[in-house]
C-alpha cells in the first residue's frame, strides 16, 4: 500500500481526471492555457497565455488598412506558423495530460 502513494507525486494528482481534450483544445486556441488547466509547467504557461492575448489585443485593435498593408503572402506564413505553434502546444499537452493521468 505505501508504494502506490510513493509514485502518486504533486504533479499528478493535480492533472489527475483532467480531460486531455479540453487541456490540448485550450492550448490550440490560446497558447498556455492548457498548462495552466493542467497545473503543470504553470510559469510557461502563464508566459504563453500573457503572449497570446497580447497578440491577440494587437491585431484586433488594429485598423483595418495597417493589417493590408503587407503582403498577402507575409500573412499567410504569419497564419500557418501560428497554427503550427498552437497543433505543437495542442499535442504537447495532450500526451502530458495523458501521462499524468496514468497513475500507477
Do not use: C, Q
Not at 28 to 41: C, D, K, N, S, T
Amino acid at each position: 500500500m505505501l508504494e502506490v502513494y510513493k509514485s502518486v507525486s504533486l504533479k499528478n494528482v493535480m492533472a489527475y481526471g483532467k480531460s486531455a481534450f479540453l487541456a490540448a483544445l485550450l492550448n490550440f486556441f490560446v497558447w498556455g492555457a492548457g498548462y495552466l488547466y493542467i497545473g503543470h509547467r504553470m510559469l510557461l504557461g502563464a508566459g504563453l497565455t500573457a503572449i497570446s492575448i497580447l497578440n491577440m489585443t494587437i491585431l484586433l485593435s488594429l485598423p483595418e488598412s495597417v493589417l493590408m498593408m503587407g503582403s498577402e503572402l507575409f500573412s499567410m506564413w504569419l497564419s500557418f506558423i501560428w497554427i503550427a505553434l498552437g497543433l505543437l502546444f495542442a499535442e504537447d499537452v495532450y500526451r502530458e495530460t495523458n501521462e499524468m493521468n496514468k497513475v500507477e
